[in-house]
C-alpha cells in the first residue's frame, strides 16, 4: 500500500507530505473521539475509511514508518480540553496523539485531523506549546514550536462620488492560520460571494458587491488570495454641510475586547497575528479635507497598533490611511490586565475618529 501513496517521491520531505495528504483527505471524521487510543485497528479504518483524530494520526505515523521516515507519536491536551500539567502523571490529561517527525532536519510536528490545514502546520486546537513524546521505552517532555504568524492584509483603493457613496476595489492577503480560518468559511458557504457578503463585509451598512472571481474555493493552503469591486452607501455622515469619514473599512474595534474591569487568570490569543489595512481615498475632486486624525502609535510588551492617515505627497485630493494591529504575545498574565484593558481602550477610540470633508462647490 506504501508504494501507492508515495509513488515516485524520492524525498523524505515528498514522501510526507504525500502520506500527510493521503491521510488527510482520505477519511471521514467518526463522530465520537477516542482521545489519545483508538476503536478500530488499522486494517478496519482503511477499509471504512473513517477515523477519530488520534486514529488518522497514528495511521500516518504507520505509514510513514513504512515509508523508511523516522517518526514518534506525541500526546497533546488541545486548546479547550486545559492546559497539560507536566507534574501530573495521568494520561487522562491529554486528548488527542499527534506525530512528531525529525526526519526533514527540524522539528515538524504533523496532525492530519482538519482538511483545510496544510502539511507543516497544525491545526489551531494543536498549537499548544508542549506534548508527551513517546519513544520505546521511555516518554519526555517536547516543545512544540509556536504557530507562524497569522497575517491578513487588506488594500482597498476608493473613490468618493458626489452624493457621498464609497466605490472601490479590494485586494486581501492572508498568510498562517488567517488563509484556513477564510478557507473554513468558504468550506462551509460553498460560495465566495457569500464569505464576502456576510464575513468579510456583513457589518458594513449599504455594501453592494459588484464583482469577484467566483472560481475561489476552499482548499489546504497556507496563503489566500481575495480580490472585489464593491459600492458602499450609508457609509459616511454628513453634519452641517460636512462628511464624515471612518477611514477603517475592514478593520478597526468598535468596543473594548477586555470588557470586565479586573481579571484573575491569563489571557491567552491561541496564535499571534496581525491585522493590516491600507486604503487609497480618492476625492476626485468633489471634496477638499478639513481634518485629519493625527498619526497614533499605541506599543506594550503584548500587542502593537499604528495608524496614520495623510494626504498623498503632491496631491492633496488623495488620502493615505495605514493601520496595523499586531500580537506579540500570545500569553497575558492577569498582573497585567490593567495596562492591557486601558491600552485597548485606547484603540478604540483611536479606531473611531474621523476623516472630516468638505464639499467643493
Known amino acids: 500500500m506504501i508504494a501507492d501513496v508515495i509513488g515516485d517521491a524520492t524525498s523524505k520531505r515528498e514522501k510526507a507530505e504525500r502520506v500527510y495528504n493521503y491521510v488527510r483527505d482520505n477519511l471521514e471524521k467518526k463522530n465520537r473521539n477516542s482521545g489519545i487510543y483508538v476503536q478500530s485497528d488499522q486494517n478496519k479504518i482503511l477499509e471504512l475509511k473513517k477515523a477519530t483524530n488520534s486514529e488518522r494520526n497514528l495511521l500516518m505515523l504507520m505509514l510513514l514508518r513504512a515509508a523508511g521516515l523516522k517518526a514518534d507519536p506525541v500526546l497533546i491536551s488541545t486548546f479547550g480540553n486545559g492546559w497539560l500539567d507536566p507534574a501530573l502523571p495521568f494520561l487522562s490529561q491529554y486528548n488527542r496523539t499527534i506525530v512528531h517527525m525529525p526526519a526533514l532536519g527540524k522539528r515538524t510536528f504533523l496532525d492530519a485531523s482538519d482538511r483545510l490545514t496544510p502539511f507543516g502546520m497544525l491545526p489551531l486546537e494543536a498549537n499548544v506549546g508542549r506534548g508527551l513524546l513517546l519513544k520505546p521505552g521511555r516518554a519526555s517532555f517536547i516543545t512544540i ?198 491600552d485597548f481602550a485606547k484603540i478604540v477610540d483611536a479606531d473611531q475618529e474621523m476623516i472630516i470633508l468638505k464639499p467643493v462647490n
Open 145 to 342: 514550536p509556536p504557530a507562524a504568524i497569522s497575517r491578513e492584509l487588506s488594500l482597498l483603493h476608493i473613490k468618493i462620488n458626489k452624493t457621498g457613496d464609497l466605490e472601490g476595489k479590494t485586494r486581501i492577503r492572508m498568510t498562517g492560520n488567517a488563509s484556513r480560518q477564510r478557507n473554513r468559511q468558504l468550506a462551509r458557504k460553498m460560495d465566495i460571494t457569500k464569505v464576502i457578503n456576510e464575513n468579510i463585509c456583513g457589518s458594513l451598512d449599504g455594501f453592494e458587491l459588484i464583482e469577484t472571481d467566483t472560481t475561489v474555493h476552499a482548499r489546504a493552503s497556507d496563503s489566500l488570495n481575495l480580490e472585489y469591486t464593491f459600492k458602499l452607501s450609508e457609509f459616511v455622515e454628513k453634519i452641517d454641510g460636512e462628511v464624515y469619514l471612518k477611514p477603517a473599512i475592514l478593520s478597526g474595534f468598535t468596543k473594548n475586547i477586555f470588557a470586565s474591569p479586573t481579571r484573575e487568570f491569563p489571557i491567552e490569543f491561541g496564535l499571534r497575528f496581525e491585522n493590516m489595512e491600507q486604503n487609497t481615498f480618492d476625492l476626485a475632486g468633489n471634496y477638499s479635507v478639513a481634518e485629519l486624525p493625527e498619526s497614533k502609535t499605541i506599543d506594550n510588551r503584548f500587542f502593537i497598533y499604528r495608524r496614520s492617515v495623510v494626504p498623498e505627497l503632491g496631491n492633496p485630493g488623495v488620502i493615505k490611511y495605514s493601520r496595523t494591529f499586531r500580537i506579540k504575545k500570545i500569553y497575558i498574565p492577569a498582573q497585567s490586565y490593567d495596562k492591557v484593558r486601558d
